[in-house]
Nanobody
């Protein structure tokens, strides 16, 4: 079992930055690939970014490439999402997720690849 707790959300003006954190506890953190998803008002949950630490690979939704950076600190059991140049369309509840590496590397953008989810943190970008 893995427990995930997100933090760092808030209200920011367009063009601003936020850093989200996801603290994991439970089973060995390094056994899992980690991802970030988001769900805007009236929208389905969508993939944002994922990281496979053991292979050193990252994956991003096209619309966030160059603006968002995913990273992880295995010593702290924490994954981060640095979000720069935020836009109003980035407004959503952001969720952290953990999944077995073998599943995430096949389809990092699919929710079914992940076994554990956090409760979410709200990010609101004003224009």
């Amino acid at each position: 079992q893995v427990q995930l707790v997100e933090s760092g959300g808030g209200l920011v003006q367009a063009g601003g930055s936020l850093r989200l954190s996801c603290a994991a506890s439970g089973r060995t953190f390094s056994d899992y690939a980690m991802g970030w998803f988001r769900q805007g008002p009236g929208k389905e949950r969508e993939f944002v970014a994922a990281i496979n630490w053991s292979l050193g690979t990252t994956y991003y939704k096209d619309s966030v490439k160059g603006r968002f950076t995913i990273s992880r600190d295995n010593a702290k059991n924490t994954v981060y999402l640095q979000m720069n140049s935020l836009k109003p369309e980035d407004t959503a509840v952001y969720y952290c997720a953990a999944g077995r590496v073998v599943n995430v590397i096949r389809r990092p953008d699919q929710t079914y690849a992940y076994d554990y989810w956090g409760q979410g943190t709200q990010v609101t970008v004003s224009s």
